[in-house]
């Protein structure tokens, strides 16, 4: 998996450039020795299947259908969550559209509930604000009256 694999030392010469630059900042280093570290196991996770395809042309059909079978379910399942009907007959990118459209749907009717729920709140406290003034009007008028 070599396109993995330099991905990780992209990150891990990135890393070092950090600490080269500066000695003392160490997060922004530990990220990206963390990234580096991610993409090298992918490599090799990723090279553990890749061989394992490569192993027998009578198991290699089945095993490639398999694992792209494989690659299908967890998008089948976030779509399930996001009730969308996903179809992969042309490939991956028109379900993973779909996902993401409905994504940005979902984050914007948030943000519309959001600002939904601030105008309430925004009523409430006008309302309670409203009510503390007549009972304190209401207040003074019993008040007023007990003299009388």
């Not at 963390?34 to 299947?49: C, I, K, S, W």
Request: net charge negative; glycine share 4%.
């Amino acid at each position: 998996a070599p396109h993995s694999l330099d991905a990780g030392k992209k990150f891990l010469a990135q890393a070092d450039a950090e600490l080269t630059r500066s000695r003392y900042e160490n997060n922004e280093p530990r990220r990206l020795a963390a990234q580096a570290t991610y993409e090298a196991r992918h490599a090799m996770y990723l090279a553990t299947r890749i061989e394992r395809l490569q192993e027998s042309d009578s198991r290699k059909q089945h095993e490639l259908e398999q694992n792209m079978l494989a690659v299908e379910e967890p998008i089948k399942k976030l779509a399930a969550e996001l009730n969308v009907e996903v179809r992969f007959d042309q490939g991956y990118a028109m379900p993973m559209q779909q996902l993401l459209d409905q994504i940005q749907k979902r984050k914007q009717e948030i943000g519309s509930l959001q600002q939904d729920l601030a105008d309430r709140g925004d009523q409430i406290a006008l309302l309670n604000s409203e009510i503390t003034k007549l009972q304190d009007k209401l207040g003074g008028e019993s008040a007023e009256r007990q003299s009388l």
